[in-house]
């Protein structure tokens, strides 16, 4: 089942175009990991498609409900209500941790669940202590994220994602504000999802994650889709010169 589907987007801000009829569909249990140079549109596109950002063209559906209306030119959204139901697919777990400042780590993780999904306080609580458990942090659950780490913030901001139940994850550079020793942890974190099935959709810049963890690599330049396919053809072998180029540059540090 297709968890995500988005056709010919369109995305510019002013004069200047971001995104060029990309298309893109997610399988369930899929892991697919967006690499590409700064600027290439990468994040742009993930925010059209977690509704952060509105797309100027194109058509965006998830678990075959359409988020948007089909009319030819520019892209129209169904009603607020339903957008805000259709939200309850997928989680998103953002580069800058994101969290509540004055909430302890266990109401940020279970805020959500209770007032969105008014879900019971009790069981929420249940929840949310193992979801903590899951990620390494069931002794913290009562620390302020300032008293955390950044490894440790990232942790309990996909705790807060998990904490929805949703059918897909999405990730915008997840260790990019950790250093190397952190940033390790945290991809194990995502690699045990992967191995539970998770479908995932991840911005990185971590090239050897995407490679072990990934099953669709996209490489995206300049706003368009370049090149796309599994780790092998993308990352080891490589078509367009555009995704050589880049993939050298990062070797080379």
């Known amino acids: 089942m297709k968890l995500l589907e988005m056709n010919h987007v369109k995305k510019s801000f002013g004069e200047h175009s971001v995104l060029s009829d990309i298309s893109l569909s997610v399988e369930e249990g899929e892991v697919v990991a967006i ?52 939200k309850g697919n997928f989680g998103l777990v953002f580069q800058n941790f994101n969290l509540f400042p004055h909430y302890s780590v266990i109401k940020n993780v279970t805020d959500a669940p209770i007032h969105v999904k008014k879900m019971d306080a009790k069981e929420a609580v249940e929840a949310g202590r193992k979801l903590l458990k899951k990620v390494g942090l069931e002794d913290k659950e009562n620390s302020y994220p300032w008293q955390l780490s950044g490894g440790q913030q990232q ?91 880049f993939l050298q540059i990062i070797e080379n540090g």
């Open 155 to 245: 942790r309990v901001a996909i705790a807060r994602a998990l904490a929805m139940n949703p059918k897909m994850l999405f990730f915008d550079e997840p260790t990019s504000a950790l250093d190397p020793e952190i940033t390790a942890g945290i991809l194990k974190l995502m690699r045990q999802l992967a191995n539970e099935k998770m479908t995932m959709i991840i911005v990185t810049h971590e090239i050897e994650f995407a490679r072990n963890v990934a099953d669709r690599v996209i490489f995206m330049a300049d706003g368009v889709i370049v090149e796309e396919g599994t780790p092998q053809e993308v990352i080891d072998n490589p078509k367009s010169e555009r995704t050589k180029a």
């Open 35 to 86: 690499i590409g140079p700064s600027g290439s549109g990468k994040s742009t596109l993930l925010r059209c498609a977690t509704l952060l950002e509105t797309m100027d063209e194109g058509t965006l559906a998830y678990c075959g409900e359409s988020a948007t209306v089909n009319e030819s030119g520019k892209t129209k959204y169904v009603p607020k209500s339903k957008l805000h139901e259709l």
